[in-house]
């Protein structure tokens, strides 16, 4: 069986290959797909073969599928401009005959009407419309989306936020790697949905606790509401579309979109989600070498 790890450049499809050799894929089973080959040369040192994958490039799609089993279509990152290259990838799917198509979603994208869930649901609807037998992974939040947070709080003792006291199934972009490897790997999950998070959700009052653990120093969560959000964030020198944008993504978490803990990923990967307070010391600490 062979996979291809569309956006192998970026740091989930990285981890998605290392978790698919972990888990006894041969290197030679694997081609990392990228939109700049050179970006993964290492992984070709590795055995690995890879091939340019531009979603926007239709030629480049086709050439990548061309001989695949099974794809991990991982979302393109620019909300509002990603839909096109998404069913670019499904309709090369399409033809091509793929056996398999994971595509990583956004909680709730049909359920819940939010702004990243948009092009997602998109996605999705054109899914189920193809005959590309397919499997949905809605990852949640990534522990490591609150590193800038911290550091910050580092500095101020406080992480402030409008999302009131909202539960947040985040986990590390390392469990949900897994979490795809498995998808990919085994039988008995097309045409499934997963809502993919932590076994447990927690608050922003957990997320600066967590904080305080890490940076060893203490944290509190300073709750805003949206127009104090809004506010802050046009001081800081944001434009409005910018503002409008993370106010209602914060409206999203306070609504209860990231509220899913229902044990799904744990179940898939075989152990235990990672801890906050070990997700984000791990982070933390990745954050600080590299700046």
């Not at 990392?32 to 993964?40: D, E, H, I, L, N």
């Not at 060893?216 to 944008?245: C, I, K, M, N, W």
């Amino acid at each position: 069986m062979t996979i291809l790890v569309t956006a192998s450049s970026g740091q989930l499809g990285r981890l998605v290959v290392d978790a698919l050799l972990a888990r006894g894929v041969a290197a030679s089973d694997i081609v990392a797909g990228a939109r700049t080959p050179s970006k993964v040369s290492d992984l070709a040192e590795r055995g690995i073969r890879t091939t340019a994958l531009d979603y926007n490039d239709r030629d480049t799609i086709a050439a990548a599928l061309e001989g695949i089993d099974s794809v991990l279509l991982i979302s393109g990152s620019e909300p509002g401009d990603r839909v096109e290259g998404h069913l670019n990838v499904i309709a090369a799917a399409e033809a091509e005959g793929v056996a398999k198509l994971v595509y990583t979603s956004a909680p709730q994208a049909t359920e819940f009407d939010w702004p990243l869930g948009v092009d997602h649901a998109a996605t999705e609807k054109a899914l189920a419309d193809s005959t590309v037998p397919h499997v949905i992974v809605r990852n949640n939040w990534y522990i490591e989306n609150a590193v800038g947070d911290v550091l910050r709080a580092a500095e101020t003792g406080v992480i402030a936020a409008a999302v009131g006291d909202a539960k947040v199934a985040r986990t590390t972009r390392q469990d949900f790697a897994e979490g795809a490897a498995v998808v990919l790997i085994e039988d008995g999950h097309l045409e499934r949905i997963y809502e993919f998070g932590a076994d447990t959700a927690t608050t922003h009052f957990d997320l600066a606790a967590a904080a305080s653990d890490v940076l060893g120093r203490p944290v509190t969560y300073q709750p805003l509401t949206s127009d104090e959000l809004r506010a802050g964030l046009a001081a800081a020198g944001l434009d409005d579309a910018t503002t409008g944008f993370v106010a209602s993504i914060d409206a999203g978490i306070a609504g209860g979109v990231l509220d899913v803990a229902d044990g799904t990923l744990s179940r898939l990967i075989g152990r235990p989600t990672t801890s906050l307070v070990e997700g984000l010391r791990a982070a933390v600490a990745a954050a600080r070498v590299s700046a």
